[in-house]
């Protein structure tokens, strides 16, 4: 019997991927669970239940929250990574983790096949086909929604004829959660006019009162929220979550290019994500220099393109991530953000290294460093080959 593991969520195309590996096609099927920080004690538990009931012949949780931090969020926190200025690559990013981590994993068991619940239509069959045939090229790739073209409802109904109970309902909703962020696709997402309904969101609303927290970086990293040090950044970013996710801040629809050429949407909500992202963009602003932020940001955002659309073994990520890093050695002071019900605001900075430092003056009001007499010598080569070009070309002899 040949030995296949399983990408394995617990969600619908998944547990119709090891129901039909099980008993349609006669597979020994090792179900794996990829941890990125979405689920509790007691989903895991449950998740692991169910797919026993499968007929799986193995259950594992493979725990890469720290792993995931170290290799990519803490680099796309020094870079700002939004996709189009939205999306926080809050699956593309944990994507690339989980497949490189079920690679070694079927490697270690030798399973002759690795098996994932993507469809024909995304970019995650892209994300992971590449990182299998990079990692363990000699092992067969199996994709059932994918090759069989199924639709959320076939699926469904597949279920149902074999017995398998779940909540429906919710399942017509494909939910992806992970420590940086959870993304939402249905049938609003399909359309480019709908919006995802309240009661499709992860997270209901339930703080109304403004309550403003201070996030404290250290080198372009968040190592404390409110007062509280935290020795690992993973647990201040749940943190954040934890006092951010309640007000509903944080919930979009991405509108993208697939990897594949079409257009998709997916909804998302992020609320640490994206207030962490922002707090440090505006931290960078007061302590780097005009060109570190121009460049840092063109750097950015291939980054973030290249992960997104699966590159991440591609050697010239190292040599970016290296940039990055670079760029945040006085990356470091508190951030004053105020939460409220489906937003936030960034009310302030204070750092040692903020270069808006009032010895030196203050914008529009007085400066310590030059005289005016300077300013009208500078003004005058400044703009000194406009001038020219204008004169040479105004058409006056």
């Known amino acids: 019997m040949k030995k296949v593991v399983l990408a394995y969520s617990g969600g619908l195309d998944t547990t119709f991927c090891a129901l039909h590996l099980t008993k349609d096609l006669g597979y020994e099927v ?16 449950t998740i692991e239940e169910r797919a026993k009931t499968l007929g799986v012949s193995s259950f594992t949780i493979l725990d890469v929250v720290d792993y995931y931090y170290e290799s990519v969020i803490k680099y796309l926190v020094f870079g700002n990574v939004l996709k189009n200025a939205t999306y926080p690559l809050s699956v593309s990013a944990e994507r690339i983790v989980q497949a490189k981590s079920l690679a070694e994993y079927a490697k270690s068991i030798g399973a002759k096949a690795v098996a994932h619940g993507s469809t024909g239509a995304g970019n995650d069959q892209v994300r992971f086909d590449m990182i299998f045939q990079t990692i363990v090229p000699d092992i ?36 992806n959660k992970g420590i940086w962020g959870t993304s939402v696709g249905g049938k ?7 919006y995802l ?16 927290i201070k996030l404290t970086f250290d080198q372009g990293e968040l190592k404390g ?6 020795d690992n950044p993973v647990d201040a970013i749940l943190k954040v979550q934890a006092l951010a996710a309640p007000y509903g801040i944080g919930r979009d629809i991405h509108v993208g290019d697939t990897i594949i050429g079409i257009k998709g949407r997916v909804g998302f909500e992020a609320a640490a994500p994206i207030i962490i992202i922002k707090a440090h ?26 992960l997104h659309e699966g590159h991440y073994l591609d050697p010239v990520m190292r040599n970016l991530e290296a940039f ?3 760029t945040q050695e006085f990356v470091s002071g508190d951030v004053r953000v105020l939460l409220q019900p489906y937003r936030f605001t960034l009310l302030g900075i204070h750092s040692e290294h903020d270069l808006m430092s009032s010895k030196f003056g203050s914008y529009g009001e007085m400066n310590k460093g030059y005289t005016g007499e300077d300013v009208k010598g500078f003004t005058r080569i400044l703009g000194n080959q406009t001038a020219i070009f204008h004169k040479v070309n105004s058409g006056n002899d």
Do not use: C
Not at 158 to 172: D, Q, R
Not at 197 to 211: G, M, R
Not at 225 to 230: D, F, K, Q
């Open 30 to 45: 090792h179900a794996a669970i990829v941890n990125t920080g979405g689920f509790s004690s007691e989903e895991l538990k």
């Open 197 to 212: 309904p309240e009661e499709a969101w992860p997270t209901q609303v339930s703080e109304h009162e403004p309550k403003e």
């Open 140 to 175: 067969e790739i199996i994709t059932p929604i994918r090759d069989l073209k199924l639709s959320r409802q076939e699926e469904i109904e597949y279920l149902k004829k074999h017995g398998v109970s779940m909540n429906f309902e919710k399942a017509a909703y494909s939910i």
């Open 281 to 306: 963009q505006l931290l960078e602003k007061h302590t780097l220099t005009k060109w570190q932020m121009f460049w840092k940001n063109q750097q950015a955002e291939f980054y973030g393109n290249h």
């Open 225 to 230: 929220v409110n007062g509280v040090t935290y």
């Open 188 to 194: 609003e997402t399909l359309t480019s006019s709908e």
């Open 324 to 326: 990055l890093a670079s």
